[in-house]
């Protein structure tokens, strides 16, 4: 079997030289970080897949590190995904024995010279604090909710004599992204979605172009720049970043607001779930971010989930589109839910105007980092009706329902 595995780890290398373009090849040199900002479908799976099989195999008895933003991204891309670790390697390069190659509950895959890959969420950074690594991955780095998960990987990569940490990301103007782009020690690659044509459906280029091109949306996406403001948003990234907390003091109201998707199907946009709150100080906070693509049921049941989670005073959705079935949605999951609706009467920055001036007064707090709500922040201009800011949407509905909200106080303990 070793010998197996041997020949079979030579092929891995032999056929990554023959297929990938050259940005996709491990730097030689003198680095620690290599910093690859991409976009979608440039293939940055693939390349952090590659790099971590390819190292496990050719260093016996390795321990290498592949986080990811949850649990879920690391079974369904970087794991199990089509470019994912487990679909392309080689065979025979497995440990051998029920349960040994592949340990699901334990997330580690394990070779037959004795190097493992151990996977993590970067939604749990004290999980980092034991292991030690001498190679790491990092998978979708601007999306990680909790950017101390790297601080604590830095720490954990200490093995060998030169650990190095592979990052794979869509760039996003977070403080992390920025300031790794300017250590010296870090080799920074950039590529646009389009450079990766011949493994992408001409279908898809071509609709990725004609919705985004042009767009902020577009350039940060697809071809990887890393805006930080742009003309005419109202929010920029330092505005942000300024007032960001990690845990918010007590808080006497908490809301749940939803911008409903008016359908459910592959090219629907996102639902806005959003949740936010307000102390006695009238100081306001961003608690969570839940938006994504739902059927009815599934968001409907996520904001009553949220409501009970964290025990808020009401649910606030937007109902131009979706009249009394939105609140009939609710009262159907839990009829004791708290509810109010609201109604846009104007558009959608002239609603947001007086939001963003809370955020510049310093009122408005971000508990941790929401990559993609603060993407649109930050790149949304009115200028497109398309993409829909649904994010940004139940954010400013939240924001909207606290700071013209009155009433008892009820203390609660975030």
Known sequence: MPQQGHKSSAVLYTDWLETARPKQLTPTGDWNIWLILAGRGWGKTRTGATDAMIYALRHPNVQIAVITPTFGDLRRTAFGGVSGILKNIPEGCLLEGRGQGYNSSASEIRFYNGSKIMGFSATEPDRLRGPQFHRAWCDE????????????????????????????????????????????????????????????????????????????????????????????????????????????????????????????????????????????????YVLED??????PDQWGRASVDLFHQWDADRIVAEVNNGGDLVERLIRTIDPDVRYKSVHASRGKMVRAEPIAALYEQGKVHHRGVFPELESQMCTYTGDRPKPSPDRLDALVWGLSELSKSRGAVAWRIT
């Open 141 to 284: 780095l601007a999306a990680w909710r909790y950017p101390e998960a790297f601080d604590q990987l830095m720490f954990a990569l200490r093995l060998g004599d030169k650990p190095q940490c592979i990052i794979t990301t869509t760039p996003k103007p977070t403080p992390l992204i920025k300031m790794l782009t300017e250590r010296e020690d870090t080799i920074v690659t950039t590529g646009s979605t389009f450079e990766n044509e011949a493994n992408l459906a001409s279908s898809t280029l071509a609709m990725l172009k004609e919705r985004y091109e042009g767009t902020s949306l577009g350039r940060q996406e697809l071809y990887a720049e890393v805006i930080d403001q742009t003309e005419g948003a109202l929010w920029s990234s330092s505005l942000i970043d300024s007032k960001r907390v990690l845990d918010p003091p007590p808080l006497k109201n908490i809301i749940v607001a939803i911008d409903p998707a008016v359908t459910s199907g592959a090219d629907s946009d996102e639902t806005g779930i959003v949740v936010v709150g307000k102390d006695e100080n009238n100081e306001y």
């Open 290 to 295: 839940k938006s994504g693509k739902y059927s």
